[in-house]
């Protein structure tokens, strides 16, 4: 995955495209999504921890299925 500065990301973005985020937790792992201007980010759901190669499955479809660009 490529890493990038704010200013680089918003720029790689295309229109319409959101940004998921990611709060990693010891138990569950909290997702919040963007708006598509990039302002404002409200709660999306929770995961439950487990093994890295799932939950990185699971942000990648809800990234999919949402349209974000970016997490």
């Known amino acids: ?7 680089e990301l918003r720029g790689r973005l295309r229109p319409g495209e959101r940004l998921v985020g990611i709060d990693p937790g010891a138990r569950r792992i909290g997702l919040a999504l963007s708006d598509v201007s990039l302002y ?3 709660p999306y759901g929770t995961l439950r921890r487990g093994k890295l ?4 499955a699971e942000i990648a479809a809800i ?4 349209g974000a660009g970016g997490l």
């Not at 995955?1 to 200013?7: E, G, K, S, W, Y």
């Not at 990234?63 to 949402?66: I, K, L, M, Q, T």
Request: proline share 0%; hydrophobic share 55%; glycine share 0%.
């Open 1 to 7: 995955m490529a890493l990038f500065n704010m200013r």
């Open 40 to 42: 404002l980010a409200s």
């Open 53 to 56: 190669k799932q939950n990185a």
């Open 63 to 66: 990234a999919a299925r949402e």
